[in-house]
């Protein structure tokens, strides 16, 4: 999915890009992780990571990757962290008033879920008003459809500014269930009038077990992967193009050569967790990651081995300069 001038500005004006510089650290306190292939060592959801300054800047951030928090990279709050730090607790500082502290931390796991939800809606929107539409450039419309998609962003952009009260109150789940319809409808319409057809039928993969799988040259084009698991697949030279990946677990999958041109709902944090290179094709306005090689593919390796999937949330991705 290309990302449109439209589309960035709404993203914008949500505040859905994460900004550190504003943010208290409170992915680098807020949540636990666990010694594993993402992280070095323990942590305690509430507990300051060693690494962390008291200026709230990551003390390491040039060399997570090297000293092994990994898991730090592929992060991102979708600007939850400086919402609750700047909006929510209208400045309050975690050290300076430890008396936010518990609910200040609770809330970020609730509101980066609010926050992804309008992520994937806006990009529901732009595909329904016609706009990046999965290949399919400018396209029809669906009126109808947007409409009901714009009213969902205005209703989920109230409830971000809820209290935390509010905000810890929501039941997550029924929310999300409650959207899936309208970004369902969204992911079918643009499929289907994309340029990027598959011969036979598109394949239907939501929810799927993938991991560790051969999938490298598959056609995947406009396949639905809504949620499988493909963590360690081979996915080296598949074709990927307007392929919905919305919650596809993509730790360690190989993307090397793979085409993810208009790919839709397609996350940087995904893209992070993966591996590529410069033969990686992605869609407009996601950033090829620095730690992905810049070596062609090579052919006939086996696949990544699945990593462990980390204990809750990782903490903070690699702080963004402010847009
Ligand atoms: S980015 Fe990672 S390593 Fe750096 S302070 Fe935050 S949690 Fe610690």
């Known amino acids: 999915m290309s990302s449109s001038p439209s589309l960035d500005t709404e993203r914008e004006r949500l505040g859905l890009h994460a900004d550190c510089v504003s943010c208290f650290g409170l992915c680098c306190v807020a949540l636990a992780f666990t010694r594993s292939a993402d992280f070095p060592i323990d942590k305690d959801a509430g507990e300051p990571c060693r690494n962390l300054r008291p200026d709230h800047r990551c003390g390491v951030h040039p060399e997570l990757r090297e000293r092994g928090f990994v898991g730090c ?46 992520w994937y809606l806006t990009e529901a929107v732009a595909l329904a008003a016609g706009r990046d539409g999965a290949g399919a450039g400018e396209s029809s419309p669906d009126p109808a459809l947007t409409a009901d998609l714009r009213a969902a962003v205005d209703r989920v952009e109230r409830l971000s500014f809820g209290t935390p009260q509010d905000l810890l109150a929501q039941d997550l789940d029924a929310l999300r269930s409650g959207l899936n319809p309208l970004l369902l409808r969204a992911s079918e319409v643009a499929r289907a009038r994309s340029r990027h057809q598959p011969r036979g039928r598109r394949a239907d993969h939501r929810g799927a077990d993938l991991v560790g799988k051969r999938l490298a040259r598959a056609d995947l084009r406009g396949a639905s992967l809504r949620g499988a698991l493909l963590v360690g697949a081979d996915l080296r030279g598949a074709d990927l193009r307007s392929a919905d990946l919305v919650g596809a677990d993509l730790r360690g999958a190989d993307l090397r050569g793979a085409d993810l041109t208009d790919a839709l709902f397609l996350t940087q944090a995904q893209v992070n967790a993966a591996r590529g290179d410069t033969t990686t094709r992605l869609p407009d306005g996601l950033e090829r990651p620095g730690h992905w090689t810049a070596a062609p593919a090579a052919p006939a390796a086996p696949a990544a081995e699945p990593r462990p999937r980390p204990r809750g949330d990782h903490p903070r991705r690699a702080a963004r300069p402010r847009r």
Request: aromatic letters at 10%; glycine letters at 6%.
């Open 73 to 118: 990279t592929v992060y991102d709050c979708f600007g939850a962290g400086q919402k609750i730090s700047r909006v929510t607790f209208a400045g309050q500082d975690w050290r300076e008033h430890p008396e936010v502290r518990s609910s200040m931390f609770a809330l970020l796991p609730v509101l980066r879920h609010v926050h992804e939800l309008l």
